[in-house]
């Protein structure tokens, strides 16, 4: 059971845009910057945004991300074939039991 | 260009003890406001992060894992290692190391990302 929240799937065809969410606590997202990433097939992950909503050099701008209160999204405009991967929300728990967490990842599928 | 690399054995048995070492190439493991740290995937499951190193030697770790796990540096060999203890099968993963970029708002929030990551390495607990 992860400490933050994410639906297990999404999908959606090329060329649309899809959303993934991302759901904590006051202990964590609430009061802690997100960060996001991405894992295709048989890869190590990849950091797509951090501090909420920036994006590294070389990450394309159809990549965003946002935060409200206690949840946070990952949002992706454009969608291509090679998007389809596993994402994970992540960001610092600050609970007795302190340290980074993850969510459990989303696999999005491009239809 | 920052590169990470794991490496240690592939097999461990149940009991002992899992041992991995994450080179750094390209850049100083003594970089200021960057953590370095250790993260796990049991096959087909999620990430669940490890614990972290700073290159003085200061370490936080995930509770649920603090009692097996030790992190230490070296930085004359700019490196950074791994050691948990009293490994079952639920150890078995593909482990990685990453480096952690950790800043502290004034307000005393977090804004940590792991920018950098190795390959990963998979690690298997069977006798």
């Known amino acids: 059971q992860s400490v933050l929240t994410q639906p297990p799937s999404v999908s959606a065809a090329p060329g649309q845009k899809v959303t993934i969410s991302c759901s904590g606590s006051s202990s964590n997202i609430g009061n802690n910057y997100v960060s996001w990433y991405q894992q295709l097939p048989g890869t190590a992950p990849k950091l797509l945004i951090y501090e909420n909503n920036n994006r590294p050099s070389g990450i394309p701008d159809r990549f965003s991300g946002s935060k409200s209160g206690t949840s946070a999204t990952l949002g992706i405009t454009g969608l291509q074939t090679g998007d389809e991967a596993d994402y994970y929300c992540g960001t610092w728990d600050s609970s007795l039991s302190a340290g980074e967490v993850f969510g459990g990842g989303t696999k999005l599928t491009v239809l | 260009q920052l590169q990470l690399q794991e490496s240690g054995p592939g097999l461990v048995k149940p009991s002992e003890t899992l041992s991995l070492t994450c080179t750094v190439s390209?850049?100083?493991?003594?970089?200021?406001?960057?953590?370095w740290g250790w993260i796990r995937q049991p096959p087909g499951k999620g990430l669940e992060w490890i614990g972290s190193i700073y290159y003085s030697g200061s370490t936080y770790y995930n509770p649920s894992l603090k009692s097996r796990v030790t992190i230490s540096v070296d930085t004359s060999k700019n490196q950074f290692s791994l050691k948990l203890s009293s490994v079952t099968a639920a150890d078995t993963a593909v482990y990685y190391c990453?480096?952690?970029?950790?800043?502290?708002?004034?307000?005393?929030?977090?804004?940590?990302?792991?920018?950098?990551w190795g390959q990963g390495t998979m690690v298997t607990v069977s006798s």
């Open positions: 990453a480096r952690l970029r950790q800043t502290l708002t004034p307000a005393g929030d977090h804004a940590d990302a792991f920018d950098i």
């Open positions: 390209g850049g100083s493991i003594s970089m200021a406001t960057y953590y």
